[in-house]
C-alpha cells in the first residue's frame, strides 16, 4: 500500500471532496449491454462514503423506508433514496455481468479466507471466522473486472508489442488428470474439459453432495493443478491464445483498478494515458515492462506466501490463547503414514500423522486410483477406513513454542 497519508486522504474518495481519478465510463443497458465506452482523466466529488455493509443493507432491504441515518452522511444535496437506488441499480446489473461471464465459461475456485478478532488488551487473536463475500462485494467485483478487460483492449490496441497484461495458464494437465482419477474412484465424474465445465460440474453439484462438505473438498482438489496467474509484456510475432486468461475464460485482461495498492496498476495508468494522447510514456519498451512484470510476479508470490504464513501463525496463537479444539474436518489426500484432512469450519488443511494416533496396526494400499488407509486403533479396538471424502474429527493443540499447531485424528465413536 501507499502511504496512509496518499491512500486515506489524496487516493481516497472522501465526500464531498473533489478528487482527481482515471476513469471508464460505460452506457449500458439494465442486462449489461454495453452501446459505448469512454476513458479518460476525472474529477470525481463522492457525496457518500458507504461501506460494504451499508450496501449489503441495502441490497438485502431493498423496500425499506430508509432513513439518512441508516447511511453516512450524504453531501452535495443528494437524497438517501438516490443512493438506494443507485445501489440497487447497480447490483442488478452486477448481476447480469456476472450471469454473462459464467455462461461464457468464468471459472470460481473460492478459497476460505480467514479473519481474527483481536483481544482489545493483549492485541492477541481471541477468535476467528472465515470472511464471507456477499452480494455488495461481488458488486464492486464485477464492474473491477469489466474496468480491468475494458482497459486491457485499449492498451494492447495501442501498444500491441509492449503492453503490461495478465495472463492465466491452462492447469497443469498431468495433476488435473491425477485429480479427475481420484475422484472417479471415489465415485464422482468430473468434465474437465474446459474452465466453464469445471464451473458448471461444481455449480451442479453442491445440489446433490452426498456428504456436506464433498464441495468444498473438490474445490480444494481442484487448486491443486491451477497455475498462478501472472504479468507479462506483449511482444510480436507472440500466438495470442498465450494471452487468454484461463479462469476469466477472456483473450485480454490486465490490472487498473488498485493503483494504490499494486505497482502495475500504475504503469497500465501510464500505458493508457499515452494510448489516450494525454500523457507521454517512455515505459523502456519491451524489455523494460517486461522486467517490471517479472518483479511483479516475484514480489506478489512472496506477498502470497507471507500471508498464508501469517495466517498460519495467527490461528496458532488463536488456539494457544484458546486451548485445544475439536473440529469437524474431511480426508483431502491419503499417504502411506498420513492423512490430510480439511478443517470444514476453517478451510485450512492439516496432516495427521498414523505414528501419532494411537494405532495398534495401520495398512496402506492403492485400489485403482483410491488410495486406502486402514487403521485398527488401540482405544475400543475399532477399525476405520480412511479415503478422500470421509469424514472425521480432529484436534488443534497447540506446540510447545506457541508458534506452530499440531493436528490428532481422533478415534472414531463406535456405534
Known amino acids: 500500500m501507499l502511504p496512509r497519508l496518499l491512500c486515506e486522504e489524496l487516493c481516497s474518495l472522501n465526500p464531498n471532496e473533489d478528487r482527481l481519478a482515471f476513469s471508464v465510463v460505460w452506457k449500458m443497458s439494465r442486462e449489461g449491454k454495453i452501446s459505448s465506452e469512454w476513458m479518460g482523466r476525472t474529477v470525481i466529488r463522492s457525496c457518500v462514503k458507504m461501506a460494504y455493509g451499508d450496501a449489503q443493507q441495502i441490497i438485502e432491504n431493498s423496500v425499506k423506508a430508509w432513513d439518512t441515518a441508516?447511511?453516512?452522511?450524504?453531501?452535495?444535496?443528494?437524497?438517501?433514496?438516490?443512493?438506494?437506488?443507485?445501489?440497487?441499480?447497480?447490483?442488478?446489473?452486477?448481476?447480469?455481468?456476472?450471469?454473462?461471464?459464467?455462461?461464457?465459461?468464468?471459472?470460481?475456485?473460492?478459497?476460505?479466507?480467514?479473519?481474527?478478532?483481536?483481544?482489545?488488551?493483549?492485541?492477541?487473536?481471541?477468535?476467528?471466522?472465515?470472511?464471507?463475500?456477499?452480494?455488495?462485494?461481488?458488486?464492486?467485483?464485477?464492474?473491477?473486472?469489466?474496468?480491468?478487460?475494458?482497459?486491457?483492449?485499449?492498451?494492447?490496441?495501442?501498444?500491441?508489442?509492449?503492453?503490461?497484461?495478465?495472463?492465466?495458464?491452462?492447469?497443469?494437465?498431468?495433476?488435473?488428470?491425477?485429480?479427475t482419477k481420484l475422484c472417479s474412484g471415489n465415485g464422482i465424474k468430473m468434465d474437465t474439459s474446459s474452465s466453464g465445465a469445471l464451473q458448471a460440474f461444481l455449480a451442479g453439484y453442491r445440489d446433490r453432495e452426498r456428504v456436506p462438505g464433498e464441495t468444498q473438498i473438490l474445490t480444494s482438489l481442484l487448486t491443486r493443478p491451477m497455475k498462478l496467474a501472472e504479468y507479462f509484456c506483449t511482444s510480436s510475432g507472440e500466438d495470442e491464445k498465450k494471452y487468454w486468461h484461463y479462469a476469466l475464460s477472456i483473450p485480454l485482461y490486465t490490472h487498473f483498478t488498485s493503483p494504490i495498492r499494486r505497482y502495475p496498476d500504475v504503469v497500465v495508468h501510464r500505458l493508457l494515458a499515452a494510448s489516450l494522447g494525454i500523457d507521454d510514456f517512455s515505459g523502456g519498451g519491451a524489455d523494460r515492462i517486461g522486467k517490471i512484470a517479472l518483479h511483479c510476479n516475484d514480489m506478489r508470490s512472496a506477498a502470497k506466501r507471507v500471508q498464508e504464513m501469517s495466517s498460519e501463525l495467527f490461528f496458532s496463537v488463536f488456539i494457544k490463547e484458546c486451548g485445544s479444539i475439536v473440529e469437524e474436518g474431511m480426508v483431502c489426500g491419503v499417504l502411506d503414514k498420513a492423512a490430510d484432512v480439511l478443517l470444514l469450519r476453517f478451510g485450512i488443511t492439516v496432516r495427521v500423522y498414523c505414528e501419532q494416533m494411537g494405532l495398534d496396526a495401520w495398512e496402506y494400499k492403492k485400489v485403482g486410483y483410491k488410495s486406502v488407509l486402514n487403521l485398527n486403533w488401540k482405544k475400543g479396538g475399532v477399525s476405520q477406513v480412511l479415503t478422500v471424502f470421509v469424514p472425521v474429527h480432529v484436534t488443534i493443540e497447540t506446540k510447545e513454542d506457541g508458534l506452530k499447531y499440531a493436528a490428532f485424528l481422533n478415534p472414531p465413536v463406535s456405534s
Do not use: W
Open 70 to 179: 441508516d447511511l453516512p452522511p450524504i453531501s452535495d444535496g443528494h437524497s438517501i433514496s438516490n443512493i438506494v437506488q443507485s445501489v440497487l441499480n447497480l447490483n442488478k446489473i452486477a448481476v447480469e455481468l456476472r450471469r454473462a461471464r459464467q455462461d461464457a465459461g468464468a471459472l470460481r475456485l473460492d478459497q476460505p479466507k480467514l479473519t481474527f478478532t483481536l483481544n482489545p488488551e493483549t492485541g492477541m487473536p481471541n477468535g476467528c471466522v472465515v470472511y464471507e463475500q456477499k452480494e455488495s462485494n461481488k458488486l464492486i467485483e464485477e464492474f473491477m473486472l469489466l474496468a480491468n478487460t475494458s482497459v486491457a483492449k485499449a492498451v494492447y490496441t495501442a501498444f500491441p508489442h509492449d503492453a503490461l497484461l495478465r495472463r492465466h495458464a491452462k492447469p497443469d494437465e498431468k495433476v488435473l488428470d491425477d485429480v
